[in-house]
């Protein structure tokens, strides 16, 4: 198989991650598109792994990045609950107190 | 013919299964109802452990199912459950001035095409290496990638303390 099938899907899903990121209001909604962005960063790693005749190295770091990854989406969401019991709304272009 | 064979049915389950993860990502993108755009995103992390086994890495393939379908997921119901009253459709997700956000994603997109289509046209993935055994990770990460292994452990304690200091009620 070409390398380019497995790069170029990479892609397209870190691209809708992207717009997911820009578009999306709800918190939650943003969090799930990190998620999108993460997940195509593994694919292009592990596929640079199998060129490289299965390099460890490929797998040792997808693995650590699902392992941030679930850190990343606790925390997130521990945040996002905190914002909800204190605004009553998690729509991110409410939050802009911090704007100075 | 064996390899020629299974050449063919890797790129029809390759095909099939990336228009699948494509179409639920962008249904997890476009969404109007929370729940459902979780569950599309389920189709996707599944997709992507599909893709994994297709790129020989079964234990990331599986780690992927067991970490993202069973524990990032139940978070993100959660998330959704103790956030949001009712559970529908909703008007009111999306950024007025989204246009610009597909016209920011459609240029990355372009751009990366045109990149990786420049770099790797004619870059084939070998069809006879050398499997890698979970055996031959856990060795790795327990000699040459230790130090960032720890760290990650610290960054996991850290991470799980933090949200329940935040979670918590008082």
Request: glycine letters at 6%.
């Amino acid at each position: 198989m070409l390398i380019n099938e497995f790069l170029l899907l990479g892609a397209a899903l870190f691209s809708i991650g992207v717009y997911g990121v820009l578009a999306r209001k709800n918190a939650v909604m943003v969090l799930m598109s990190i998620e999108l962005i993460l997940n195509s960063v593994n694919i292009n790693i592990l596929a640079f792994s199998l060129r490289n005749n299965g390099d460890v190295a490929g797998h040792v770091f997808a693995l650590y990045i699902i392992a941030v990854a679930a850190a990343e989406v606790g925390v997130g969401l521990a945040i996002v609950l905190l914002i909800y019991r204190n605004r009553r709304s998690i729509s991110l272009d409410e939050l802009s107190q911090m704007k100075g | 013919m064996l390899i020629a064979s299974t050449n063919v049915a890797q790129h029809i389950g390759f095909g099939v299964i990336a228009a699948t993860m494509v179409v639920g990502a962008l249904r997890v993108v476009t969404s109007n109802n929370i729940v459902r755009a979780a569950l599309w995103l389920v189709v996707v992390l599944a997709g992507a452990a599909a893709q994994y086994i297709l790129l020989a890495a079964e234990f990331v393939a599986v780690t992927q199912v067991l970490v993202y379908i069973g524990a990032v997921m139940v978070l993100f119901l959660f998330g959704t459950m103790l956030t949001r009253a009712q559970i529908g459709r909703e008007r009111d997700l999306n950024n007025p001035n989204r246009v610009v956000a597909a016209v920011i994603a459609l240029a990355l997109a372009g751009t990366l095409a045109f990149v990786l289509i420049d770099a790797f046209h004619a870059v084939r993935l070998p069809s006879d290496s050398t499997p890698v055994s979970t055996a031959g990770i856990s060795d790795s990460i327990f000699s040459t990638y230790l130090l960032p292994f720890w760290a990650l452990s610290i960054v996991l304690t850290a991470a799980v303390v933090g949200a329940i200091v935040l979670a918590r009620r008082d």
